[in-house]
């Protein structure tokens, strides 16, 4: 997220400037529901160095690349996966067809909450997800930095422990690319072949796997 609003900063500086709040996409989300300002932990660590540890926010990153004016204008709040940021607005329940009032939680990433229905929320289990890019995250109940992996992300999924991942960015994609590219010359039987992952020998239960039945 730094990266988009130092974009934004340079290449359109009115509409920067003249911008209240800069957020993720899951906390405007939130903004409409409720009319309040907040920033799930989720991605305030994962895409904006937010750390708990330290502080929080990191005022002396965000100076260093230019950027020293952001903090006024990331929300203030940063709450916990699933916390009640509030009621559902009459505006919006009404646009939805949903009941005025029913509480509304604090969302985040989607590979990341799918840890919750992987059950994957304590050291010692690991997700994998294959979609556009492929990833694993993991629990930790200790900081750490190792050389390829990001992370340790602070509360990102679970307070007190630590959010820790690796994988192959845009893996996925390209591999959709290959198949649309080059796969039509192939047979009918190989094309098929290559364009859908049996997850038959995944199923929930299967040799302490679980898989989710669809890909995001």
Known sequence: MPCKALWLKENEPAVYHQAAC???????LTYRLTGRWTANINTA???????????GWQGDFFEKIGLGDLLEKLPSEVLDLGTVVG?????????LGLPAGIPVAEGGADAYTAQIGLDVV???KLAFYTSSSHLLLDQSANEL?????????????????YTVETGQTSSGSIMKW???????????????????????LSRSG????????FST
Do not use: M
Request: aromatic residues 10%; charged residues 20%.
């Open 122 to 124: 304590s050291p010692g």
């Open 87 to 95: 009621g559902l607005w009459k505006e919006a329940a009404e646009h």
């Open 45 to 55: 660590a994962i895409r904006c160095y937010h750390d708990r540890n330290v502080g």
């Open 206 to 213: 299967c040799s302490r796997c679980k898989a989710l039945p």
């Open 22 to 28: 800069i957020c993720e996409c899951a906390d405007w």
């Open 145 to 161: 930095h190792v050389k390829g992996i990001w992370g340790a992300y602070t509360d990102c999924v679970i307070p007190g422990q």
């Open 178 to 200: 290959f198949k649309d590219q080059f796969c039509n010359l192939c047979t009918h039987h190989h094309h098929e072949s290559f364009g859908g992952l049996d997850l038959g």
